[in-house]
């Protein structure tokens, strides 16, 4: 069965430090999205992307984030100034079309010290 | 504010019994999906619906727009079903995967 699949599992970055999380969409989808959620709360939407541009993106997808995908497989996050608060696992998910169930990543749990 | 609500927080069973979750929410939707995120963290999809209801398994999903309503029902539950649920809802005017989420329901289910 096909699956999203995210690296690393976990990634542990000093704060002031860029990350790039890292994902492989299903392959035939084009639409893709990024979630987090902090340990303990609820998962928050990020990001939405299709056609190499931001579709849509919420309030926490600020300046410090940027979305790419850098070729035909791969789609990433970058974080340039990781924060405290940016500790949390992070979704990478894909569907096929925009208004159909996304699949997700098994997440990447990044934690800044 | 759209919030989604979710009760009970928490759900012990016995193998066996018949389960359901609720959620709530406070504004008009476009969708409602359901979702179960794995001990380890891991996010499956179980149902997108926006009317009616979906079966698939042993899985059964109910909406009710008019009172803003959703249930999800598991039927002769198993301890592999132990996960937490999460309702999460696409507000009107919100697009794609741009979706509300609730705070989960913790289902732990005992052989």
């Known amino acids: 069965e096909p699956e999203v699949t995210q690296t690393p599992s976990h990634q542990v970055t000093q704060m002031g430090q860029e990350v790039i999380l890292r994902c492989v969409p299903i392959?035939?989808?084009?639409?893709f999205y990024w979630y987090r959620q902090i340990l303990g709360q609820k998962v928050e939407f990020l990001v939405s992307?299709?056609?190499?541009?931001?579709?849509?993106k919420s309030e926490i997808f600020d300046d410090q984030f940027s979305v790419e995908r850098p070729d035909g497989s791969n789609f990433t996050l970058k974080i340039r100034s990781t924060k405290l608060e940016d500790s949390a696992m992070y979704f990478c998910?894909?569907?096929?079309?925009?208004?159909?169930?996304?699949?997700f990543g098994q997440g990447t749990r990044l934690t800044v010290v | 504010k759209n919030e989604v609500e979710q009760s009970p927080q928490n759900l012990t069973a016995q193998e066996g019994e018949f389960i359901t979750i609720n959620c709530s929410y406070s504004?008009?939707?476009?969708?409602l999906h359901w979702l179960q995120q794995h001990p380890g963290g891991g996010i499956v999809s179980l149902f997108m619906?926006?009317?009616g209801k979906k079966k698939h398994g042993r899985l059964i999903a109910t909406i009710n727009i008019q009172e803003k309503h959703s249930s999800l029902h598991i039927t002769a539950s198993h301890p592999r079903d132990s996960a937490v649920y999460i309702c999460?809802?696409?507000?009107?005017?919100?697009?794609?995967?741009?979706?509300?989420f609730g705070p989960g329901t913790r289902l732990s289910v005992l052989p």
């Open positions: 998910a894909s569907s096929g079309q925009p208004n159909t169930e996304a699949f």
């Open positions: 504004v008009g939707i476009s969708a």
């Open positions: 392959s035939n989808h084009l639409y």
């Open positions: 619906l926006s009317s």
């Open positions: 999460a809802v696409r507000v009107k005017g919100n697009y794609g995967q741009n979706f509300v």
């Open positions: 992307f299709y056609n190499n541009e931001i579709s849509e």
